[in-house]
């Protein structure tokens, strides 16, 4: 982030509609840069061999097991190579993301590939209007939960969409790992955001994108910070039960510049900094009695007084 603060101000009157679209708008601009980026590496998509994925590719395969002809939601598909690459393991796939640019690359891409795919414009939250059904696997990955303002409205669309005895399944960026300033040059690990949630967002204005950032352009976003009790409280209390639950002392990009990159392409902190939780996953499952008795109402929040 170039620069972050509370949205303050004006923002108070400012409805969460609001930070969406400006957000959607910020996505849409910037997928015109990512589709030719380094850092997408479009071109080594296509060829099977996409650059600095080999850790996160295995551990995602890992984590799901054998996909072959199962159902697969993917929210937040960007422009879809991840969805695509679930479906070149076999998965019968729809990426699900509000960006139509990308959703419109999303849809070129696998025509181009000749990969079967289905891709929904749609925000997370509008989701149940523009899709039905249900599938044996809803997963997200990598750089989407601080766009979400409610975590709770999140974990309830998972446990809408998924089947009975289905999984659900993220790899993201660990939220500890995100309070620190990622604008430090030389390597320290300074406390600067917030941890816990707040409904209002942080403003951030930046040159680029953390895909392209020589982007010529200036984009704001909002974003919001979710912690880990947040996070694993807000599926339980959708009714998913806990499977597993892991943390890496690695991340899937180099969210400080002065960031080691390992052989497996995935990214840690320099020899003599100690250990932090820099990426996590989980899997929950929705198990056959779901919705009897499960899900219990939101405890009261102590942090936020009565
Ligand atoms: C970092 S990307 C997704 C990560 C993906 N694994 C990747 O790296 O390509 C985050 C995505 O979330 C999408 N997004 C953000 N807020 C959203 C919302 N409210 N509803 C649907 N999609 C949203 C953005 O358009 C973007 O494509």
């Known amino acids: 982030m170039d620069t972050a603060g509370p949205a303050g101000g004006s ?10 679209k400006v957000n959607q708008e910020t996505w849409d601009a910037w997928t015109r840069y990512h589709l030719g980026s380094r850092f997408y590496d479009l071109e080594g998509f296509k060829s099977g061999q996409r650059s600095g994925r080999a850790g996160l590719d295995a551990l995602e395969a890992a984590l799901l097991g054998d996909v072959a002809g199962k159902s697969l939601l993917h929210l937040q598909c960007h422009f879809g190579l991840d969805t695509l690459a679930w479906a070149r393991r076999g998965a019968r796939v729809t990426g699900v993301d509000f960006s139509e640019e990308a959703i ?29 059904g249900e599938f044996d696997i809803v997963f997200t990955s990598h750089g989407v939960l601080g766009w979400l303002p409610d975590l709770a409205g999140w974990a309830r669309m998972i446990a809408r969409f998924l089947a009975p005895g289905g999984a659900f399944c993220i790899i993201e960026t660990h939220p500890f790992a995100m309070i620190f300033d990622d604008e430090v040059e030389a390597p320290a ?26 982007a010529p352009i200036r984009s704001i976003t909002y974003q919001w910070s979710h912690s880990m009790s947040e996070i694993i409280g807000s599926l339980l209390r959708a009714g998913l039960r806990i499977v ?26 320099p020899p003599g900094m100690g250990s932090v939780p820099l990426m996590f996953s989980l899997l929950a499952s929705k198990d056959e009695s779901h919705g009897r008795g499960l899900g219990a109402a939101e405890a009261p929040d102590p942090r936020r007084g009565s």
């Open 104 to 132: 419109r690359a999303a849809r070129a891409l696998a025509g181009e590939m000749g990969i079967p795919a289905a891709f929904v414009h749609s925000n997370l939250y509008d989701l149940p209007t523009r899709l039905g």
């Open 11 to 20: 923002s108070m009157t400012t409805n969460r509609r609001d930070y969406l």
């Open 244 to 269: 597993s639950f892991d943390e890496y002392p690695f991340g899937g990009w180099a969210m400080f510049p002065w960031m080691a990159q390992r052989s497996d392409g995935t990214w840690e902190l």
């Open 189 to 214: 690990l300074r406390p600067r955001y917030p941890y816990f949630h707040a409904p209002e967002p942080q403003r951030v204005e930046r040159r680029g994108s953390y895909a392209a950032p020589d």
